[in-house]
């Protein structure tokens, strides 16, 4: 072969990799095992454009590197097909979202073989294919069979949690359960009705329904999470959204919270990633002071995380949801406080939060008692405090709480100074810390030691005691939605009853319409004879997008186990995931999520580890370079950029496509656009020049990059390598197709240390020289460290050296040129397969074993100086590392080269920094 034909190669060997399934792998004793996953896709319709494959390209490397270093390695891939874009085609179109998610899927692993990767695909999952979601369906019911025993930490099945009631009651129980759970005992217990000990089961299980307070959009028909709705419309169409209560499955993630939190100090994930868990989590530590309503039986409890502050309240406040509002209203306030809460309600909590200008609230009329001091201060309402929160009471200290200090100041209610230091009466907030004033036995305290002794006083004096809050809550699990897996459960008498295990999978059943009954109910509620037993109706809302993907990491080790949810043999070997790669958009939602599944199944024996990834990696974003035309104001005319600025006119997007190099192809442009068939083109150079900007990459800003083009053009080992060459793995960066030639170029220069222009093969069989195995070591350390740090673009630098500089010695040789091609076989596959087997080998390159390199061709044995005369470097020399710091500066001063710059002159100084630079003053 003259050239370098990559598009003959690269369909060889794809077809070699399928047809002897040269990555199917197996659990293998007698190797280590390495686990490389990237987060899999949602086969959207749009298909792959170039930034999607970046992670997988990395991966991919990875996974081939630690082939040849020996390891047995799981390289799965698969679809997170369950989603609303399917879905809501197929509102559109009436197609079934199966056929069009089957579609995008097979689009999708088209795209992915072209680029050459090394997947098992005997491994994949799909998460809509029921013998997928007959799983996640199981899964679901162990979590309905179970509950969390905080005394053992960890996960019991619901039977032992039975005999425990039935033996003592809940008494002395310490489990994760509802806030409102009575206290009983176990002739209680016994007395119940069947229903009453399935709801109180229910407030125990680690999944269970529960009314909660929703976003309702009525005009959608859906629940909306907070971020989808802004000032009581939704985002998308704004319509009205209510806040309703709604029947909900809710996942009891809180039961974890504390597991998830110490759980990532074993896992080797950013520093930042991590501080997203923690504070999603939102541990803190505080203490529950009661404050007795005046004149009424009512206690009001607030959750405080500065008890020292106490001396400083000087109101409480409650949240707008709160039950107790209209029995501690007077008369007087009635109206006032009903108008007052039916607004504040219907704000979502994140816009509460977030809302730090508006200040609003309201007086109830009535006063509490302060349980330290015993002063009555009031108690007003404000949505500033959330419901669902602490206690959805605060205890207000303008004088230490910015939010209270606002409310103060706009209400005009009293500022207490509590805290040596902040007697700024513009802000006193500012110091949060320091001595204890005005608080009587606390006075002249440090804060910190004031907290412990209000803590105790009001434990002694039980007003009061320590509490640890979450701002995570339990999960909603439900959505009002079709394209998901169908709960597995059923309704007996309003009380939820499980299917059994070997009624699994319950099937999503064929419905006429993918929206929502007129009634309200949820799509699956239009399935006509889809009962239990053909008796009991089943649950109508389906599972979240993020069921499927909690667990999948376990299913690719075994996904044709018809009878476990993965085998213990095959679990074992594999544990969990060695490095995962994905996007940092899925930071506390999936993230938290499949770290909780993965401990709840490790609690009840299925699987031997109790975290899913070891190590995570954040690709960078790709983003997209948009090119844009100008066009003159009301004539049919475009400018060339630089002379945009001579007309009146605005920049339209126009398909990078047809864009080269900045310069436009106007005959592509006027297909491209018809109605600029005849128009006028002002050119500049004779060339259209395109305006450019780094955006998002996307369809409707025309700028997305197929692979398949850059394929067809360049081949897939070029992809390859110019996506890593882009720049760190970790960064954004723009898509610019400038450099992608230098990488064509490269993979042609190491074609011709093989063939000579006439097609000829110029290899031999010499013995490799010094400066040879020199080149050749450096690469392979470099190309070793660099995969083992995950720095691919710098590796991509150190091969063009090395071939470059095996050109110039026009190094032929075997046994040079087949070490090589093993450390670029991660990088470039197909090339690499196919020189290797020019060079006589038989079987794949990932068969093969990655080169050791010699630490005795790393030793630098001379050093190129810079000779720098008057602080500009004027020449190179070297010199061996054992040449005297008096010789160097005598041949220095003695060289032609310098002696032009010194003129003759004896110089006034001559400093000589040893293997650094030579600097001589004249
Ligand atoms: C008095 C106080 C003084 C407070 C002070 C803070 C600073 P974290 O740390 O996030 O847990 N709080 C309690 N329940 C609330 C609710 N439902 N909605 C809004 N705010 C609530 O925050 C705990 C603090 O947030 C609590 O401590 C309480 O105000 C407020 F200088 O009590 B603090």
Redesign the pocket.
Known sequence: MAEYDFRQIEKKWQKYWKENKIYKVEVDTSKPKYYVLDMFPYPSGAGLHVGHPLGYIASDIVSRYKRLKGYNVLHPMGFDAFGLPAEQYAIQTGQHPAITTEQNISRYKEQLDNIGFSFDWDKEVQTSNPNYYKWTQWIFLQLFHSWYNKATDKAEPIEELISLFEKEGNQNLEAACDEDTPSFTAEAWKAMSEDEQQHMLLKYRLTYVSDTVVNWCPELGTVLANDEVKDGYSERGGFPVERRKMRQWMMRITAYADRLLSGLEKVDWSDSLKEMQRNWI?K?Y?CELDFKVKDSDIVLT??????D?IY??TYVTL?PEHELISQLTTDEQKAEVEAYVEVAKNRSERDRMADVKTVSGVFTGSYVINPINGEEIPLWVAD??????????????P???D??FRFAKHFNLPIRMVIEGTDNMEDP?EK?HGKMINSDFLNGMESTDAIKAVNERAEKEGVGKPKV?Y?MRDAVFSRQRYWGEPVPMYFKDGVPQPLNTEELPLNLPAIDEYKPTPTGEPPLGRATDWKYNNQYEYELTTMPGWAGSSWYHFRYMDPHNEDEVVSKTKQSYWENVDLYIGGTEHATGHLLYSRFWTKFLYDRGYITVDEPYKKLVNQGMIQGVSNFVYRVSGENKYVSYNLRKEYKTTAMYVDVNIVHDGKLDIEAFKQWRPDAADAEFVLEDNAYLCGSEVEKMSKSKFNVVNPDDVIKQYGADTLRMYEMFLGPLEQSKPWNTNGIDGVYKFLRKLWRLFYNDNGELVLNNEKATEAELKILHKTIKKAQDDIENLSFNTSVSSFMICVNELTSLKCHKKEVLQELVLILSPYAPHIAEELWSVLGNTGSISQASFPTYDEKYLIEEAHEYPISVNGKVRAKMKFGLDVPKDEIEKEVLASEQVQKWTQGKAPKRVIIVPKKIVNIVV
């Open positions: 939102g803190s505080g607030a959750f405080t995380t500065r008890p502050t400083g309240v949240a500033y405090v959330l419901a669902g929160y602490g206690t959805g009471v605060v205890m207000a200290v004088s230490s709480d939010r209270d907030t949060k809050n701002r």
